[in-house]
DNA sequence: GTCTATATCAAGATAGAC
DNA sequence: GTCTATCTTGATATAGAC
């Protein structure tokens, strides 16, 4: 195959691995027979999980500047667009899945320490985007950090105690930037 | 060694690893070397890892239960209580480690079943034990979700930004509160 | 109650054929 | 680019001696 497709292929499931079980736990086996290839292929592309780990927070930046292009671009209020980016951030993330940013962070301290630098700068890059959404707004940093924890937080919460929890907090959030 | 102490002890690392490292990814050759026993002996006292697992469990409800008896005795207004709950629950948490909670959270959908339910039931019990605190307060389960999701979320987020994330969030935390 | 030794399995990674 | 085969390591777990 086309090398570059089956790169994009093997990150993309990387992704939805890392959402599921975590970067620590998922497993060039696992990814391998779920894409019909051979370890040894996975290896091919990606010679270390560490370099593989790295393509994924590149595609992780490339999502969030996309996004908010689209979001600069739309014809809402402002006041709506840090709420915007929250919704169409959980809509890349499933029932049985956490942020894939938290589940670096939950990691973090046993990542390569090239990784932990990405995972760093990914970090940063998405409270900036939500920071910058609500530059109008008093103490934009801080109302970041509690949008996106609390956030990050419930999609956590929601493996325990069921999906529900998602609107309790949504709700909230929505609140809080009135 | 007295087989109570020893049980005790084992536990009692075994929360330190599971905060540090998570549960799925700590290990009885972890916790032997730090204890100056092998893992056969660990095994001797938790045959499975997963008894380990529902024994830390058992603790977290317990340290709950203390923590409520000891809140409901203090002399403080009683909208400071559910501050004074976080506060605590903070205060077992150190710089390099995580909500323990969260992190069978995360670990959630790899759990034995019988975990599972453990993990579920410590879960719901903190959201009750801070929705109690707050019963004086509108909507105390949607709020003690917000204050949980936001405080845990926030730990994980220490790990790749630092520790002055805490700080920004408790004071938004108590600002919620007023 | 703790030990040594070992079985079993899964993971990351590499060598070399096709 | 993908394969088979293999190495090495670390994990859960058990058997049996002391």
Redesign the pocket.
């Known amino acids: 195959?086309?090398?570059?497709n089956?790169?994009e292929q093997i990150i993309e499931r990387a992704l939805v691995h890392i959402k599921k079980r975590g970067y620590?736990?998922?497993?060039?086996?696992?990814?391998?027979k779920e894409?019909?290839?051979?370890?040894?292929?996975?290896?091919?592309?990606?010679?270390?999980?560490?370099?593989?780990g790295l393509a994924v927070c590149d595609r992780l930046e490339t999502g969030l500047d996309q996004m908010m292009i689209a979001i600069k671009q739309m014809d809402i209020d402002p006041k709506e667009k840090a709420i915007e980016f929250l919704r169409m951030r959980l809509s890349y993330i499933d029932l049985d899945e956490i942020c894939p940013i938290s589940a670096f962070q939950a990691d973090f301290p046993y990542l390569?320490e090239i990784l932990k630098q990405s995972v760093q700068h990914v970090t940063n890059k998405e409270l900036g985007c939500v920071a910058e959404l609500l530059k109008d707004i008093h103490n934009n940093e801080a109302k970041a950090i509690l949008l996106l924890s609390a956030l990050k937080g419930a999609l956590q919460y929601r493996r325990a105690v069921g999906g529900e929890i998602m609107e309790t907090i949504s709700k909230q959030l929505k609140e809080l930037l009135q």
Chains 1, 2 share one sequence.
Do not use: Q, V, W
């Open positions: 195959m086309d090398m570059e089956r790169k620590l736990s998922f497993s060039y086996d696992h990814l391998s894409l019909g290839l051979t370890k040894a292929s996975i290896h091919y592309h990606f010679e270390k999980k560490e370099s593989l390569p």
